[in-house]
């Protein structure tokens, strides 16, 4: 039979397939993580992952294990979230913010998975720039949002990655990069990088470099207060930006070309909440978020 702390390290191991990430999601050392999930193949019989000094993947067995634990503890964590809103009284609303279309897709469904859990409460969805739904979670207009970190502002709390979208560079539909397949970061050097205004420093470094990996200078072109400013700076000429892949399924225009890239990292979108301020009824839309979101990385919501 195995312990429960037991049952949490395999399954966070088996989601991250990384100690060190595991061990900081489960607020414990990496080695302690390593003997625990010796413990459980000792006591299994055999190996659940397969180690190298590269990777961690699970083994035939351990997938299975994954596959038949993962549903019962789910059960589980729900059944506990249960009996602890019944004496919380979860009601009213949670106003949760979004920045991109696919991220208020998820919301929505979170939104209908919450209202089942908690019918005294309802979730009051909100969409805005990434610097406007920052502002407001620190204003008190909102509770919680999905967004695209880096973020450095010390009163906001991230969590966890929910989900991942593959990165493009969008340009002129005339320009020669838009009939290329994919681009590199080094392609930032040859045009000029339309950026938008009001971010932080952190947020513009991860996503509005001043340097490819080489070193090479990006040119900075003008700067927008929205998306559809950068979309419409783009389409007449005037650089190019960078955003998720999929924003094409959401604001296709015929004198933009969507390029993705062949060597830059996803655009990954995180919860954000007060890290001082994090009432019952918040907590509980974070839980089912993550439970409605993706479980992998590189997995569109």
Same mark, same amino acid.
């Given at each position: 039979?195995l312990e429960?702390?037991?049952?949490?390290?395999?399954?966070?191991?088996?989601?991250?397939?990384?100690?060190a990430?595991?061990?900081?999601?489960?607020?414990?050392?990496?080695?302690?993580?390593?003997?625990?999930?010796?413990?459980? *193949?000792?006591? +299994?019989?055999?190996l659940?992952?397969?180690? @190298?000094? &590269? /990777?961690?993947? $699970?083994?035939p067995?351990?997938?299975?294990?994954?596959?038949?634990?993962?549903?019962?503890?789910?059960?589980?964590?729900?059944?506990?979230?249960?009996?602890?809103a019944?004496?919380?009284?979860?009601?009213?609303?949670?106003?949760?913010?979004?920045?991109?279309p696919w991220?208020?897709n998820?919301?929505?469904?979170a939104?209908?998975?919450f209202?089942?859990r908690?019918?005294?409460?309802?979730?009051?969805?909100?969409?805005?720039?990434?610097?406007?739904?920052?502002?407001?979670?620190?204003?008190?207009?909102?509770?919680?949002?999905?967004?695209?970190p880096?973020?450095? *502002?010390?009163? +906001?709390?991230?969590?966890?990655?929910?989900? @991942?979208? &593959? /990165?493009?560079? $969008?340009?002129?539909?005339?320009?020669?990069?838009?009939?290329?397949?994919?681009?590199t970061?080094?392609d930032?050097?040859?045009?000029?990088?339309?950026?938008?205004?009001h971010?932080s420093?952190?947020?513009?470094?991860?996503?509005?470099?001043?340097l490819t990996?080489?070193?090479r200078?990006?040119?900075?072109?003008?700067?927008a207060s929205?998306?559809e400013?950068?979309?419409s700076?783009?389409?007449?000429?005037?650089?190019?930006?960078v955003?998720a892949?999929?924003?094409a399924?959401?604001?296709?225009?015929?004198?933009?070309?969507?390029?993705?890239?062949?060597?830059?990292p996803?655009?990954?979108?995180?919860?954000?909440?007060?890290a001082?301020?994090?009432?019952p009824?918040?907590?509980?839309?974070?839980?089912?978020?993550?439970?409605?979101?993706?479980?992998?990385?590189g997995?569109?919501?």
């Open positions: 039979m429960r702390h037991e049952i949490e390290t395999f399954l966070t191991l088996a989601e991250e397939l990384h100690f990430r595991t061990a900081k999601r489960l607020h414990v050392s990496p080695g302690r993580v390593s003997q625990t999930i010796k413990a459980v *193949e000792r006591r +299994v019989g055999g659940l992952f397969e180690r @190298s000094s &590269r /990777r961690v993947i $699970l083994s067995v351990g997938r299975q294990l994954r596959d038949d634990l993962s549903p019962a503890y789910r059960r589980i964590q729900q059944a506990v979230a249960d009996a602890q019944a004496f919380e009284e979860i009601s009213g609303v949670v106003r949760a913010g979004f920045t991109a991220c208020g998820l919301l929505v469904r939104a209908d998975t209202a089942d908690y019918p005294r409460a309802r979730v009051e969805l909100q969409n805005a720039t990434y610097h406007a739904m920052v502002t407001r979670l620190l204003n008190h207009e909102a509770d919680l949002i999905i967004a695209e880096a973020v450095d *502002e010390p009163g +906001v709390a991230v969590g966890p990655v929910l989900f @991942s979208e &593959r /990165r493009a560079l $969008l340009v002129p539909a005339a320009h020669p990069l838009a009939g290329r397949e994919t681009v970061l080094e930032l050097a040859l045009i000029p990088l339309v950026t938008v205004a971010v420093p952190a947020w513009r470094a991860a996503h509005f470099p001043r990996p080489e070193g200078p990006i040119p900075q072109g003008p700067a929205d998306w400013g950068a979309l700076l783009v389409g007449a000429g005037r650089g190019a930006t955003a892949l999929r924003a399924q959401y604001h296709h225009r015929e004198d933009i070309a969507y390029v993705p890239f062949s060597d830059a996803p655009v990954e979108y995180a919860l954000m909440w007060r001082a301020d994090v009432p009824g918040v907590q509980a839309l974070i839980r089912t978020i993550a439970d409605v979101a993706p479980r992998s990385a997995t569109s919501a």
